[in-house]
């Protein structure tokens, strides 16, 4: 009981410069998907410039919570990107 209490006492110590700091729900900006926020911006298998966006420095692609990309167009991206890998537009892995 009195360690908790201790705990407690010390876990505020370490937390006094941000009052509810938690590093597992850190507070971030929720990103706008760029497909639903921009309706002239269409996705483009031949179009690699565009597709690089969507594709880390290995060729992998992104996970949602990098892109920020709705679920729909996260769909859209992995269909493109991997129409595009097969046309050798972009490549299926680097290195
Ligand atoms: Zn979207």
Redesign the pocket.
């Known amino acids: 009981m009195a360690d908790k209490k201790q705990n407690r006492r010390n876990n505020n110590r370490n937390n006094n410069m941000d009052e509810d700091y938690n590093p597992k729900f850190r507070k971030m900006r929720k990103k706008v ?1 760029a ?2 926020s921009d309706p002239n911006l269409v996705l483009d298998y031949k179009n690699a410039d565009q597709l690089r966006k969507f594709v880390n420095e290995k060729g992998k692609i992104l996970p949602r919570r990098a892109t920020g ?2 679920a ?2 996260q769909r859209d991206i992995t269909v493109a990107v991997k129409r595009a890998r097969h046309i050798a537009v972009l490549p299926y892995s680097e290195n």
């Open positions: 998907c497909l639903c990309a709705c729909k167009h």
